[in-house]
């Protein structure tokens, strides 16, 4: 077999496989502080004390465009907030072109070093209580994930793992899919999913969406742990946050949907929202929560404009791209209360995005 139809056939049967690895990008090696293990007997969990953790959530589809040399990401992305978090978790979709060379070759990482210098940076900027270290990052093509704690936090989580699922091209290239990361904080598991679900805004669109969701919720899969009883699926993790690029758009007709967005009529528009239909039918995320959507849609734009694409006021095109809320974040199980959810207004790409705070309740680890 040829060396360039092997690397090809190799890569193909990785993704379709999916699976965990400890093949990530961290500051440091995290301390993996052996804490007794939780028999998550009713009476324990009755007695066992938590801590509030402040969580910071941000996905962003960046359209294969690397970030500028001056570009502000406290301004842009995380801030002005009010109080600081303890972990950001940042999401990344189309972080490099997605063209065959990209999706087919091995992923290099001089782009998200890049952002993540620009990451590192943000965090210095807006926050004096505390320097912030990364303790996972995973990239797959155009996904990529990376989660930060500040000091005082980092001693505190262990046992990271990743696991990448390709839904793209044959049903299994990284083109589409996810990169998943966990870890344990003091005896709490938690599950973060960066996603890029199919697109297309046809009519049946949703259900490749749909069925890339029940894809990545059944393929991803981490390793146990010889000292505790860690889960392997995602809707085992006590805390689960799913964010990205989910593709969902409005099931209305093309010229309404149209009107709707040149009268600046977003609450009727939002009625027409895919997630929320196929949410509401039971057809996708059944038990997960959603946060109010009271921010403007994220998709599409033209580049370095604040115009939605083929509108009266841009530039017409023969393709029909109607605006969207494509960018979410949503979460799973029962110990996170959501604080804000909105988006930031960088005009980077053709993307806006969207960022979450969370309280979350963590579990002492019993003495």
Not at 115 to 131: C, H, V
Not at 268 to 278: A, N, R
Request: glycine residues 8%; contains cysteine; proline residues 5%.
């Amino acid at each position: 077999m040829r060396p360039k139809l092997a690397m090809v056939m190799n890569k193909l049967i990785r993704k379709r496989m999916g699976g965990s690895s400890s093949n990530f990008v961290a500051d440091f090696p995290v301390t993996t502080r052996e804490f007794p293990p939780d028999d998550h007997s009713t009476d324990h969990q009755t007695t066992r004390s938590c801590l509030a953790c402040r969580i910071f959530v941000g996905t962003w589809n960046v359209g294969g465009i690397s970030p500028p040399a001056r570009m502000d990401l406290w301004e842009d992305w995380l801030g002005p907030l009010n109080d600081p978090s303890d972990v950001y978790v940042f999401g990344f979709q189309e972080l490099v072109p997605l063209n065959a060379g990209n999706v087919l070759g091995s992923e290099s990482g001089r782009v998200s070093r890049i952002w993540m210098n620009k990451i590192r940076e943000a965090l210095e900027q807006g926050r004096s209580d505390g320097s912030f270290h990364c303790v996972v990052s995973k990239q797959m093509v155009g996904i990529f994930i990376t989660v930060w704690a500040r000091e005082d936090v980092c001693e505190f989580i262990s046992h990271p793992n990743v696991s990448c699922v390709g839904c793209g091209l044959m049903g299994c290239l990284g083109n589409k899919g996810s990169a998943s990361v966990r870890f344990l904080l003091r005896d709490t598991s938690i599950c973060l999913v960066c996603s890029h679900l199919a697109s297309g805004g046809k009519e049946g669109d949703e259900r490749r969406r749909n069925s890339d969701a029940a894809e990545i919720l059944a393929r991803t899969s981490f390793p146990r742990c010889p000292s505790h009883n860690l889960p392997t699926k995602i809707l085992e993790h006590d805390l689960v946050i799913w964010l990205g690029d989910l593709n969902y758009r409005i099931n209305l007709p093309y010229t309404t949907t149209r009107t709707l967005v040149e009268k600046a009529n977003w609450n009727i528009l939002l009625q027409g929202d895919q997630l929320k239909t196929e949410f509401a039918d039971g057809r996708v995320f059944q038990g997960w929560q959603e946060g109010t959507i009271d921010f403007l849609p994220t998709y599409k734009y033209y580049p370095n404009s604040r115009v939605y694409y083929g509108s009266a006021l841009g530039k017409k095109s023969k393709r029909c791209r109607a605006p969207a809320w494509c960018d979410r974040i949503i979460w799973f199980g029962e110990g996170l209360k959501q604080r804000s959810y909105d988006r930031g207004e960088s005009t980077l790409s053709d993307h806006r995005p969207v960022r979450a705070t969370f309280t979350a309740e963590i579990r002492q680890p019993l003495e």
